[in-house]
T-cell receptor
């Protein structure tokens, strides 16, 4: 496996379900991110983990719960979602802390539909 | 609040022409600039980065940066139908902590054969 992998690629869930999105990076990066992409909106930053510590929670509802057990893995736990939460959820990773940024590498995303 | 502005398009150009995509940003201390390409239903892919004023060329792509005007652009020469996608501009500060990338809404490019 190379780059950033996300599973599942597609997810349909009911409003009462609990599910988790998984992200794994194989690049040796030390920071990982969750972004939400809805139609006709810019990428919305949800969570940032740097060296396994959450450094930013961008006013995300508590029905989204991130988990970063180590620098290579990132999860997004979902429960009691709303239909407006339907979107493309993107994971990204980067190497931080060197005073220079080479950009993020994105995973292929999870297309989430809440019914 | 840091903002990145792009014309949402669509920008339509004929095959073989030069496509010019523009981006302005509000935060004067922004130091690193990126262009991502996103095909419909796919994730963003980094295609260019630029850190200093002037032009940077990579194949058919040229990124141009003017920090005084807070303006960054992407030129695509000899545009191909396969270049049809949404192009996202992203900016970030040089920092010692962790400041995430700020993305624009993207410009949709359509290259017509």
């Amino acid at each position: 496996e190379t780059g950033v992998t996300q599973t599942p690629r597609h997810l349909v869930m009911g409003m009462t379900n609990k599910k988790s999105l998984k992200c794994e990076q194989h690049l040796g990066h030390n920071a990982m991110y969750w972004y939400k992409q809805s139609a006709k909106k810019p990428l919305e930053l949800m969570f940032v983990y740097s060296l396994e510590e959450r450094v930013e929670n961008n006013s995300v509802p508590s029905r989204f719960s991130p988990e970063c057990p180590n620098s290579s893995h990132l999860f997004l736990h979902l429960h009691t979602l709303q239909p407006e939460d339907s979107a493309l959820y993107l994971c990204a990773s980067s190497q931080e802390g060197t005073g220079f940024n080479y950009g993020y590498t994105f995973g292929s995303g999870t297309r989430l539909t809440v019914v | 609040q840091k903002e990145v502005e792009q014309n949402s398009g669509p920008l339509s150009v004929p095959e073989g022409a030069i496509a010019s995509l523009n981006c302005t940003y509000s935060d004067r201390v922004s130091q690193s600039f990126f262009w991502y390409r996103q095909y419909s239903g796919k994730s963003p892919e980094l295609i260019m980065s630029i850190y200093s004023n002037g032009d940077k060329e990579d194949g058919r792509f040229t990124a141009q940066l003017n920090k005084a005007s807070q303006y960054v652009s992407l030129l695509i020469r000899d545009s191909q139908p396969s270049d049809s996608a949404t192009y996202l501009c992203a900016v970030i500060q040089l920092y010692s902590g962790n400041t995430p990338l700020v993305f624009g809404k993207g410009t949709r490019l359509s290259v017509i054969a």
